[in-house]
């Protein structure tokens, strides 16, 4: 069960997007220096298939991408929620989720997401914006991750 603390639009998350970001609680993770914390409490609202899609609806027209941040106590109902979202929009909507996981969990469907984030977070070597940090996102383009982290990168 995935269950959220909140919603912004971001236009850094996901390259050339404009994304619904949706914070999900209940983070297994306990990155030390997490900038949001907060998220590993069991709090919020469930998000389920007929959440999100309200959510996404209330912002129609104005979204380019639904990321989900977090999600890495249940990576089933990630992808079930996914599944959800390229069954109603298809190709249209593009999706993306951020997870402190090393790796995709086995029997994972990267073709469900255009954007992937891992890698826990690990102060020391910085967030994405840095070159010496540990976490990756990549672009999904035929079922294959392709790593952009470099473009997060100040030049």
């Given at each position: 069960?995935?269950?959220?603390?909140?919603?912004?639009?971001?236009?850094?998350?996901?390259?050339?997007?404009v994304t619904l970001a949706i914070?999900?609680?209940r983070?297994?993770?306990?990155c030390p220096g997490c900038h949001s914390s907060y998220l590993k409490e069991d709090a919020g609202p469930i998000l389920d298939e007929v959440a999100l899609l309200s959510l996404i609806a209330d912002y129609r027209g104005e979204i380019t991408c639904v990321g989900l941040m977090g999600g890495d106590g249940d990576p089933a109902s990630v992808m079930?929620?996914?599944d959800c979202v390229r069954l109603t929009y298809g190709d249209t909507l593009r999706t993306g989720w951020y997870s402190g996981r090393e790796?995709?969990?086995?029997?994972?469907?990267p073709e469900?997401?255009?954007?992937?984030?891992?890698?826990?977070?690990?102060?020391s070597m910085g967030p994405l914006s840095?070159?010496?940090?540990?976490?990756?996102?990549y672009r999904v383009e035929d079922g294959k991750l392709c790593d952009i982290?470099?473009?997060?990168w100040k030049k």
């Amino acid at each position: 069960m995935l269950k959220y603390a909140g919603t912004d639009i971001v236009f850094q998350e996901f390259p050339d997007e404009v994304t619904l970001a949706i914070n999900l609680t209940r983070c297994p993770n306990n990155c030390p220096g997490c900038h949001s914390s907060y998220l590993k409490e069991d709090a919020g609202p469930i998000l389920d298939e007929v959440a999100l899609l309200s959510l996404i609806a209330d912002y129609r027209g104005e979204i380019t991408c639904v990321g989900l941040m977090g999600g890495d106590g249940d990576p089933a109902s990630v992808m079930r929620l996914f599944d959800c979202v390229r069954l109603t929009y298809g190709d249209t909507l593009r999706t993306g989720w951020y997870s402190g996981r090393e790796e995709l969990p086995k029997g994972f469907k990267p073709e469900l997401f255009d954007y992937v984030k891992l890698g826990p977070y690990i102060e020391s070597m910085g967030p994405l914006s840095s070159p010496t940090t540990n976490q990756k996102l990549y672009r999904v383009e035929d079922g294959k991750l392709c790593d952009i982290t470099q473009r997060f990168w100040k030049k």
